[in-house]
């Protein structure tokens, strides 16, 4: 099989039958395209002939410009791509024989609860765009939901009655989540107050954030507002929309939540990824004993 028929192939069943999101796609084509590269200039131009060494040679070619997550991101894709080519059209799968290389540990950053009440001090919700701002961060912090969960969310999923909100997340997972009483009193005011107003194009009704402009939320525009209030409140870290997630899950377990509820609200399929932020209870932990233990002073 050609190598640009089996990469057009795998990419339409990502998209059509796994349901991968955007992100993962535009990923993992950006991967496969500069794999393709390398092969042609091999004159390597069908899938059956690639072997380990192939691989191996491509991964070590890359390695010096790309860092180890990326190169793992890489790896990833080839073993899908190889998997999906073994499973469909009975090619041997020359990537498992490669291995993934070890990622440092890092700790993801996030807010002090301090931190956020400076953040949510700054609004004013008698003001339309500051009310329409506060509710975009509360989904964010007070549901923990994925930048593009926000952006997707539906009017249909909001519940107010009974204080829920149903969230559609990777790969079409669904889940639902509380909705506290400060998120819900902030989105409430937003979608009954200002909302209706905005909204004047039919073509964006059935979603849940419409702008001033009667436009749909988007990714960038949140990133641009979280580093503005971050600014404002005189916050000096590297906050993006996902931080805010992070301080969601990490806040919850430093007050005792579950760690398997937090999973579940976080829509991790592994409890593992979850488990980075057990890592942050005890980096918290270590803070205070440092700061109050009197032993720690000698």
Not at 14 to 31: E, G, P, V
Not at 40 to 61: H, P, Q, R, S, Y
Not at 220 to 240: H, V
Request: charged share 25%.
């Amino acid at each position: 099989m050609h190598i640009n028929s089996a990469v057009k192939n795998y990419l339409n069943y990502l998209s059509i039958t796994r349901h991968a999101s955007a992100k993962t796609i535009t990923s993992y084509t950006h991967d496969l395209k500069l794999f393709e590269r390398y092969l042609k200039d091999l004159k390597i131009d069908t899938v059956e002939i690639i072997d380990v060494n192939t691989i191996n040679a491509f991964i070590n070619e890359i390695s010096d410009s790309y860092a180890i997550a990326s190169i793992n991101r890489l790896k990833a894709a080839l073993h899908s791509f190889f998997k999906y080519l073994n499973e469909r059209y009975d090619i041997p799968d020359p990537s498992l024989m490669v291995e993934t290389s070890k990622v440092p540990k890092r700790l993801p950053i996030y807010l002090e609860k301090g931190e956020i009440d400076k953040i949510e001090e700054l609004f004013d919700d008698s003001k339309p765009l500051d009310l329409y701002h506060h509710a975009i961060i509360e989904c964010l912090y007070g549901l923990g939901l994925r930048i593009f969960e926000v952006v997707e969310l539906k009017v249909t999923n909001v519940n107010f009655e009974d204080s829920f909100v149903r969230v559609i997340g990777k790969r079409n997972k669904e889940r639902v989540i509380p909705l506290p009483s400060l998120s819900k009193r902030i989105m409430e005011a937003y979608f009954k107050n200002i909302r209706s107003l905005w909204l004047k194009d039919k073509n964006v009704s059935a979603y849940f954030f419409i702008n001033n402009h009667s436009r749909r939320l988007n990714a960038m525009y949140a990133q641009r507002l979280i580093k503005k209030l971050c600014l404002e409140a005189g916050i000096n870290k590297k906050i993006s929309p996902h931080k805010l997630r992070h301080s969601y899950a990490t806040h919850l377990l430093s007050n005792g939540a579950d760690l398997r509820a937090v999973q579940e609200l976080l829509g991790h399929s592994d409890i593992s990824t979850t488990e980075i932020y057990t890592h942050l209870k005890t980096e918290e932990l270590k803070k205070a004993y440092l700061k109050a233990h009197p032993l720690s002073k000698e």
